[in-house]
Structures are given as structure tokens and as C-alpha cells.
């Protein structure tokens, strides 16, 4: 049965529209609180955290008295990066974790992620369980008064999260002499990403720190590339880190200029790990990973697997299989050893650990050469075109143009009204040919 509410990564959407509005939002926490409760008698906690969104003032309202209604105890950290928010999850032993954040998309979207005691998004299974209780009855989940939540503002969150990542570092790892240039997309990092690096000795140029509600991702962060690109150069950075709004994704700019992407880190880190013996089974990219990733992991006899699109499959997938790194191309890193979700300042932090004896940033991501690959997001009224007859036909025309030498993908996003429609061959004369004739079947 397909999910009513939550899509591939929580629940997302336009604010005020559908899902995404103070009513929905209360009756969100009114579900997950009940559903949570009915798992022990004992009272149960929740702790919130956010994005820099405007919105995120009118939605955190509403889910928190949807919670206590539930009769949770709830905590409330403001703007932290999502893993943030689930590391603290499982270091507090709250019985939910929830991040107010829409991630990469504009201001005028929002949503939740879920996390469950152990740090990690609930399953389908759950969310199912979530969305039942949703469409019930509200006066038939709403606690006594006696047993109402209480809540409570905790200031000290950027803090212990800090302290946290630290911990997976030697005491005496430091980042003296680097300068770094991050951009924190005027989002959930734009505190702690700066204040993280400073600690650590480094030079910091910030970019993207200065949120005021609406520019969250605008023209900035790991979405837009350009702009990490141009301050690391000027400022003469050793690298240039970019995050996205809620910061569990990266993207890294070597001292030359040049992007690398969530495929180069994986290949640098799959490599290192293996050659440092800290990789176990191997690593999870999704059906999204470029093919020359693929095939750099079997030159260095490196297993590889692929999951659906989605940081939540990735892990997943880590879990059955029992590998401890995976990801995704859009900057989506898991370091399974550390994390249970996507984190842009712990990978980065991984990143410039394995510069600290005085390597370049281009030196380190020098890995495979990407097959060639054109992806490109187009905007539909309905998503469900993507199994029409004119489609289908449309997808098997191209895949007779590629001929067995590439990859052809078309996939509904899991949060935006878009097809997406990712094509790779080292024949680059028809990369944007075979797009094009997807494309077109929509019309």
C-alpha cells in the first residue's frame, strides 16, 4: 500500500497548501505522539528541531500541542542540522526526534523527518502506522488533562552537538592553518558550522550565514555550487565546504575550483576506508550513483551496491547488508561508524582530517573519471504520466538510442511535483538527444 502522507524523505510540500499548514501539523504530532505513547506506559519525550524557515514559527507550534495533546513531554532546540537533531535524539533517549526543515527546496516549502529512539527514520512500516492515526478521529487520540506534555526550550543544542562530533576525532586532531571557506545556506548550520570549524583552529570565511527567513538555498548552499566555487577562490581557501538547509547534505570545492560531488567523496572515502581498514562490506550509492562509480569500485575491488533514491534506502540497505558507507551523488553521506543519517559537517570533518598532513584537496579526490551524465528535473501537473503508453514508448526509444552503453533513468521525486530523468553514456552526442524524447512524452 502506498504511503498517503510521507514520501521518500518525511513529509514536504508547499506551506499552507495540502499536507503542509498549522492544522496538518498539529494533527502530525497528535498521531506521532499516540502512536509513540501506545509503545510504553511510561511518559514519553520529543525533541524538535529546525531549519531557518519563516514558516517554521506558525508549524512548530502547531506539532508541539499536537505532541503534548498526545501527552508527550517535548524539547525544543531551534535551528539545527538534522543530524544534529538525531544524534541528540539517541544521546537524550527521547522516543522521537523531529526536524522541521524542507532541505534543499526554497523557503516556501516545509516538512518533518522522522527519527525514532535509536536516531534513525522510521521505517515505512511505522509511517504507515503514523498516517492511520492521522486520518482518525482527533478527540479519540487527545490525552486526559492530567497527562498533558510539557515543554521546554533547550538553548545548548549547537553546543552538544559540537561536542559530539568531536568525539569521533582524536583530542588532538586540529584544523590550524587551514583557511575554509563554508557556506551554510542560510540555514539550520549557519551557527554551528562556522563556530565547529573555529573551535578546531581553522581560518574561516562564512558565506550563507545570514538567514532571514526567505533565503534559505537562494543562490547559495550545495544546490548552487557557483557560489562556493567563487569565495573559495577568492579567498584563497585550502577548501571550500557547502551544506544545504538542513546541512545533511555536502557538496566541496578543492583549492583549484573545481566541485566534488557526493560520488567523488564516496570514492575517496571508500578507497581511504579500505586502505586504512575501516571499511566493512563495502558501500551503498543509489540507482542515482554515476556508472564510473561503479566500475572505480571494481577496479579497487571494492563491493557496491545500489538502493532506491533516498538517504533512508541508503541506510537501510548498509544495514542488511552490513556495510558502514554510503550515499548519494546529491551530497547525501552516510558515515555508518558515526552516523545514522546524512551529516555535511561530520563528512567534512572526515574530509579534512585526511588533509591534516598537509595534502591538497585535489590530491585527495583525484579518483574515478564520471561517466558523462545529464539529469534534468521537469515540473508536472501529475506525476502518474510516468507510467502512460506515450511515456513507456518514449523511455524504450531512448534506450535503443544508448544501446546498451549507459543508463537510462526516469523516477517521480518523492518531494517535489518533478520527474526527474537521469541519462549517462560515454556516447555524449546523445546524452541530451534521449532526454529530450522523455521529455517531450509528457507534453
Avoid at 529512539?117 to 502506522?129: C, Q, W
Avoid at 542488511?320 to 558515526?338: A, D, P, R, W
Amino acid at each position: 500500500m502506498l504511503k498517503k502522507y510521507f514520501g521518500t524523505d518525511g513529509i514536504r510540500g508547499k506551506v499552507n497548501q495540502e499536507r503542509v499548514n498549522g492544522e496538518m501539523f498539529f494533527k502530525f504530532g497528535l498521531a506521532a505522539g499516540t502512536y509513540f505513547n501506545n509503545q510504553k506506559k511510561s511518559k514519553q519525550t520529543a525533541i524538535i528541531a529546525k531549519d531557518t524557515r519563516l514558516s517554521g514559527y506558525t508549524l512548530e507550534p502547531a506539532l508541539v500541542s499536537g505532541l503534548t495533546s498526545a501527552g508527550m513531554h517535548v524539547f525544543t532546540f531551534g535551528p539545527l542540522p538534522t543530524n544534529g537533531l538525531a544524534m541528540l535524539t539517541k544521546k537524550m533517549r527521547a522516543n522521537m526526534g523531529i526536524m522541521i526543515t524542507a532541505s534543499h527546496n526554497p523557503y516556501d516549502y516545509n516538512g518533518l523527518k522522522l527519527f525514532g529512539p535509536d536516531g534513525l527514520k522510521l521505517s515505512d512500516k511505522i509511517e504507515k502506522k503514523i498516517e492511520k492515526l492521522i486520518d482518525s478521529k482527533v478527540s479519540k487520540n487527545l490525552s486526559n488533562p492530567k497527562v498533558l506534555g510539557r515543554v521546554k526550550r533547550l538553548e545548548n543544542g549547537s553546543e552538544k552537538y559540537i561536542e559530539i562530533l568531536k568525539t569521533n576525532f582524536p583530542k588532538q586532531f586540529n584544523l590550524r592553518g587551514l583557511r575554509i571557506t563554508i557556506d551554510c545556506a542560510n540555514g539550520a548550520a549557519y551557527k554551528v558550522g562556522p563556530k565547529l570549524l573555529r573551535s578546531l583552529g581553522a581560518t574561516v570565511y562564512e558565506i550563507g550565514t545570514s538567514p532571514n527567513g526567505f533565503n534559505i538555498n537562494k543562490k547559495c548552499g550545495s544546490t548552487y555550487p557557483n557560489k562556493i566555487k567563487y569565495y573559495t577562490k577568492k579567498n584563497k581557501s585550502h577548501i571550500g565546504i557547502s551544506l544545504d538547509g538542513d546541512a545533511d547534505r555536502i557538496m566541496i570545492c578543492d583549492e583549484e575550483g573545481k566541485i566534488v560531488d557526493g560520488d567523488k567523496i564516496l570514492a575517496m572515502l571508500g578507497e581511504r576506508w579500505k586502505r586504512k581498514k575501516i571499511l566493512k562490506g563495502g558501500v551503498v550509492g543509489t540507482l542515482m550513483s554515476n556508472f564510473g562509480l561503479q566500475k572505480y569500485f571494481l577496479q579497487n575491488k571494492i563491493k557496491f551496491l545500489r538502493s532506491k533514491v533516498g538517504d533512508r534506502y541508503v541506510k537501510e540497505l548498509m544495514q542488511k547488508s552490513k556495510f558502514n558507507l554510503g550515499g548519494e551523488q546529491s551530497g547525501h553521506i552516510i558515515l555508518g561508524n558515526f552516523a545514522t543519517t546524512g551529516d555535511g559537517l561530520l563528512v567534512a570533518l572526515e574530509i579534512l582530517f585526511s588533509m591534516r598532513k598537509g595534502k591538497k584537496a585535489s590530491e585527495i579526490f583525484k579518483n574515478f573519471i564520471p561517466t558523462p551524465q545529464l539529469l534534468e528535473n521537469v515540473e508536472v501537473k501529475d506525476k502518474s504520466i510516468i507510467h502512460s503508453l506515450k511515456c513507456k514508448n518514449a523511455i524504450k526509444k531512448a534506450n535503443r538510442l544508448i544501446n546498451g552503453e549507459g543508463r537510462l533513468l526516469v523516477r517521480k521525486s518523492g518531494t517535489e511535483p518533478v520527474i526527474r530523468i537521469m541519462c549517462e553514456t560515454e556516447n555524449q552526442a546523445i546524452l541530451s538527444k534521449c532526454v529530450n524524447i522523455v521529455k517531450k512524452s509528457f507534453k
